[in-house]
């Protein structure tokens, strides 16, 4: 897990999905090796973004934080919430 600033995590978007804008959390899955037994991948979560979220949200960066991490680890395990609405409500109830 990687904690970063907007700006980090926007080069990373723009590199990886052609974004070119901060996101909340991107997921990064482990390529199977033997090497790597039980390891998903990485996530990397932006601090700056999670922050403004809790404060919309009105809770904790903490508690940001601990969804950010649900949801980055769902994409892990092979949700995807922008293939279909199906897939989106799967993933809600899941976190």
């Not at 901060?22 to 932006?46: H, K, R, Y």
């Not at 508690?63 to 809600?92: K, P």
Request: proline residues 2%.
């Amino acid at each position: 897990i990687v904690l970063c600033s907007d700006q980090h995590i926007k080069a990373l978007n723009q590199q990886w999905r052609g974004k070119d804008s901060p996101t909340d959390v991107l997921s990064f899955v482990q390529e199977p090796s033997s090497a790597c037994d039980g390891v998903l991948g990485d996530l990397v979560i932006s601090i700056d973004t999670a922050t403004r979220q809790a404060e919309e949200r009105n809770h904790s960066v903490l508690a940001e934080l601990r969804i950010l991490m649900v949801h980055g680890l769902l994409h892990l395990l092979g949700y995807d919430h922008e293939e279909s609405q199906e897939e989106l409500d799967e993933m809600a109830d899941a976190e």
